[in-house]
Nanobody
Framework: QVQLVESGGGLVEAGGSLRLSCAASGRTFSSYAMGWFREAPGKEREFVAAITRSSGSTYYADSAKGRFTISRDNAKNTVYLQMNSLKPEDTAVYYC?????????????????WGQGTQVTVSS
């Protein structure tokens, strides 16, 4: 069992930055690939970024490429999402998720555990 707790969301002006954190419980964090997803009002949950268990590979949605960076610190059981050059369309609840595999990381129904989410609001 893994429990995930997101933090770092908030209100920011367009062009600003935020860093989201996701702290995981348990001693097996390094066994999980991690992903970030987001869900805007009236829209389906969508993939944002993912990182493999060893941090060997990262993956991004087209909307995140060049602006967002996913990273992890296995010693701290934490995954991060650095978001720069934020746009109003980035406004959403952001969720982190854990998967016991490095495959299929862009698919939300492939993940085994989810956090409760953190709200990110970008004002224009």
């Amino acid at each position: 069992q893994v429990q995930l707790v997101e933090s770092g969301g908030g209100l920011v002006e367009a062009g600003g930055s935020l860093r989201l954190s996701c702290a995981a419980s348990g001693r097996t964090f390094s066994s999980y690939a991690m992903g970030w997803f987001r869900e805007a009002p009236g829209k389906e949950r969508e993939f944002v970024a993912a990182i493999t268990r060893s941090s060997g590979s990262t993956y991004y949605a087209d909307s995140a490429k060049g602006r967002f960076t996913i990273s992890r610190d296995n010693a701290k059981n934490t995954v991060y999402l650095q978001m720069n050059s934020l746009k109003p369309e980035d406004t959403a609840v952001y969720y982190c998720a854990a998967r016991l595999s490095d495959y299929g990381l862009g698919t939300n129904n492939a993940y085994d555990y989810w956090g409760q989410g953190t709200q990110v609001t970008v004002s224009s």
